[in-house]
């Protein structure tokens, strides 16, 4: 349903119910876009124009455009919500340069968390005009997601461990499938694009048997490809790799051992999970084209004209204070950034658009926080933890950005668009608990 006029990309999307087939025999009800996962797939400059209806029972929704430059009122705020049976348009603009992995998910007030477990959620790619990677290597889309049944085949409620930790599945997939099959040749590169769509599932991702190079981050293209033998991809990050299938053999895209900070019991197992397997098809015809060593510029952002503080904490509810939380998790648990709870009527950052910030985001609490800005891209610039400042290694453009206990991330950013725009943590059970705030740019 793509229009005709060059530039203008236009479409329909209904968020509804949907069965799936993830237990042999049994119907899972789930949420879908368009009855599953779809794949947006435009390029920079072009104007797009969404016909959004809301099919799901009972419930407000939204789609915000994670990570996309749009303007504040067609970006699926929590105050913009689309009532049951309702609908709306989304129409934004794709500036040149904004070539990147992108995703869309509901954020409606107090539901984001479980439509998102529930299964909606998209992939939007915005395509460059010239495209720097060889096209031999394809365009693999891999849309990670979780989901933890019951076993009559419904998706369960979140418990108090989930509200705590956030919400972990226990079936890991791949667009939708688990642990998918592709065939490779041997010596064949392949481009991947990874989207850690999960609740609140910590990817630290490895390659068995393939050579990983990453290419690009959350705002598309770095500068130059870099080698690397595992990824943290946490809830919401998105990265581009380019895989070499250089080994004879299949090869699996699976996960390792990440300490994120667990309270209480029920730590599940987030390593050894595979998430793509190969099969290798014959030898490639002939040898594939070497990666360009520089893929563009990124402009680096300086001179910050404010600094701003947003610290990361967790509170236990009334009378909780003391407890040991592996008997009593979660009981009236609150996250909170600068010590308030999300509060959609309340402003908490007014900011100027067009200006250079320096945000610091403070972890002082005892788990891994993914700390998320809408609206734009920002640049990591250094770490500090226990006294230790480190440098990014390379620049990249990024969303989210995750910030370890105790430490302080600092970033750069500018606001180019006018509006509200919502910045929290991640892992969604936190958003819902409170670890959100609004930033008015003026
Ligand atoms: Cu992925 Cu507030 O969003
Ligand atoms: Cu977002
Ligand atoms: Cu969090």
New binding site residues.
């Given amino acids: 349903n793509q229009s005709a006029t060059p530039g203008l990309f236009k479409a329909s999307i209904t968020a509804g119910p949907m069965n799936a087939r993830l237990i042999e025999g049994i119907d899972t009800p789930m949420l879908g876009y368009n009855g599953g996962n779809p794949v947006i797939e435009v390029t920079e400059g072009d104007r797009v124009e969404l016909d959004f209806t809301n099919d799901i029972p009972d419930e407000p929704t939204t789609i ?1 455009w ?2 996309m430059p749009v303007p504040a009122d067609q970006d699926g705020n929590p105050m913009d919500a689309v009532a049951p049976g309702g609908g709306r348009s989304y129409v934004f603009d794709l500036p040149s340069g904004s070539a990147a992995p992108y995703w869309f998910h509901p954020h409606p007030h107090e539901f984001t968390a479980e439509q998102v477990y529930r299964g909606l959620a998209g992939v939007f790619l915005v395509k460059p005009k010239a495209d720097p990677i060889p096209a031999a290597y394809g365009d693999t889309v891999l849309l990670l997601t979780d989901i933890r049944l019951a076993a009559d085949g419904t998706v369960t409620p979140n418990t108090p461990v989930d509200l705590m930790n956030g919400r972990i599945g226990d079936h890991v997939l791949t667009n939708g499938q688990r642990n998918p099959k592709i065939e490779v040749r041997a010596g064949e590169r392949r481009r991947f694009r990874l989207i850690n769509a999960t609740n609140a599932r910590f990817l630290c991702l490895a390659f068995e048997n393939a050579r990983m190079t990453v290419i690009g981050t959350d705002g598309g293209l770095l500068e130059s490809p870099v080698a690397a033998d595992e990824i943290l991809l946490t809830p919401g990050e998105r990265v581009e790799i380019v895989a070499a299938f250089d080994s004879p053999g299949p090869a699996t895209l699976t996960t390792l051992e990440y300490d994120r900070g667990w309270m209480g019991p029920g730590k599940p197992d987030e390593s050894r999970l595979a998430l793509l397997t190969t099969s290798i098809a014959g030898d490639l015809a002939e040898p594939m084209p070497n990666l360009p060593r520089e893929l563009r510029t990124i402009p680096a952002l300086t001179n910050p004209a404010v600094t701003r503080r947003f610290v990361l904490s967790e509170e236990m509810g009334g009378g909780m204070e003391g407890v040991d939380h592996s008997s009593m998790p979660a009981a009236g648990m609150k996250f909170l950034i600068n010590g308030a709870s999300f509060d959609m009527n309340r402003i908490d950052t007014v900011s100027k658009v067009g200006q250079v910030e320096l945000w610091e985001i403070v972890n002082d609490a005892d788990m891994d926080h993914p700390f ?1 800005i ?1 609206g734009t891209q920002f640049q990591v610039i250094e770490r500090e933890l226990g006294g230790v400042v480190s440098q990014a290694p390379y620049p990249a453009w990024k ?1 989210t950005v995750n910030v370890v206990p105790g430490e302080t991330v600092r970033v750069l950013l500018r606001q180019e668009l006018p509006g509200t725009r919502m910045y929290h943590c991640h892992i969604l059970e936190h958003e819902k608990l409170g670890m959100m705030g609004i930033v008015d740019v003026q």
Wanted: hydrophobic fraction near 0%; glycine fraction near 16%.
């Fill in positions: 915000h994670h990570g998320h809408h969303d």
